[in-house]
């Protein structure tokens, strides 16, 4: 299984919602990112999670806070968001130390704020 | 700080032509990355060049890493419209990597 999943593909939430974003993969990599990307534009790193430990915030707003509550799996709760928050929500895992292969993506959840 | 400098922005090429795309960086770097993106779709990863001198080719695409330059290169031989896409360098340095502002490449047939 080379794969990475992502639910859900789309998510519309207004500013007052409270949601969560999932990842997870089975491919046995103890590395996993959250990436914000907005239309035309390139990938920005928002967390990585380190065997399940959060090893970097690019100083990203608290209203996302990420968890990751296995190996496998990876959260995003959102709450209280801003239109400007809309954008595509990429989560990718690799094998710390050992990225030959790079960073597997997954599919990408769009997320719309009203 | 890493930084990335892709060009160019954007490439309209005609079908049958060779054409390179070039991704240079700021700082050392331990890995480069190409990844390709399509219209409303995921990143697929291409290349991953882990040292100087290296050079990857799969198909109509070869990447190449000079890390005393700090640059590499995509380079596309003879283009055929399936590689219309966008088309992104990313350096790596520890737990991140940073992305390129990415090439937007449209093949015309």
């Known amino acids: 299984d080379t794969e990475v999943t992502q639910t859900p593909k789309h998510l519309v939430m207004g500013m007052t919602n409270k949601k969560s974003l999932k990842c997870e993969q089975h491919?046995?990599?103890?590395?996993m990112y959250w990436y914000k990307q907005k239309a035309k534009k390139p990938p920005e790193l928002m967390f990585v999670?380190?065997?399940?430990?959060?090893?970097i915030n690019e100083s990203v707003p608290s209203r996302f806070s990420p968890e990751c509550p296995n190996s496998s799996l990876l959260n995003l709760h959102l709450h209280a968001l801003q239109p400007e928050d809309s954008a595509l929500y990429l989560c990718?895992?690799?094998?710390?130390?050992?990225?030959?292969?790079?960073?597997?993506f997954g599919p990408g959840t769009r997320l719309t704020v009203t | 700080e890493l930084k990335v400098e892709q060009n160019p922005l954007f490439l309209s090429m005609q079908e049958g032509k060779n054409y390179t795309i070039y991704c240079n960086y700021s700082?050392?770097?331990?890995?480069l990355y190409w990844y390709r993106q399509d219209p409303g779709k995921s990143l697929e990863s291409l290349f991953v060049?882990?040292?100087?001198?290296a050079v990857k080719q799969e198909g109509r695409l070869m990447a190449s890493l000079d890390t005393k330059a700090r640059l590499s290169t995509l380079h596309i031989t003879a283009a055929v419209h399936d590689l219309s896409a966008t088309y992104f360098c990313?350096?790596?340095?520890?737990?991140?990597?940073?992305f390129g502002k990415g090439t937007r490449l449209h093949i015309l047939p």
């Open positions: 060049l882990l040292s100087n001198g």
């Open positions: 491919m046995g990599h103890r590395a």
């Open positions: 999670y380190s065997y399940e430990k959060l090893s």
């Open positions: 990313a350096p790596g340095r520890d737990d991140k990597i940073i």
């Open positions: 990718a895992s690799s094998q710390p130390d050992r990225e030959v292969k790079g960073q597997y």
């Open positions: 700082t050392t770097s331990d890995r």
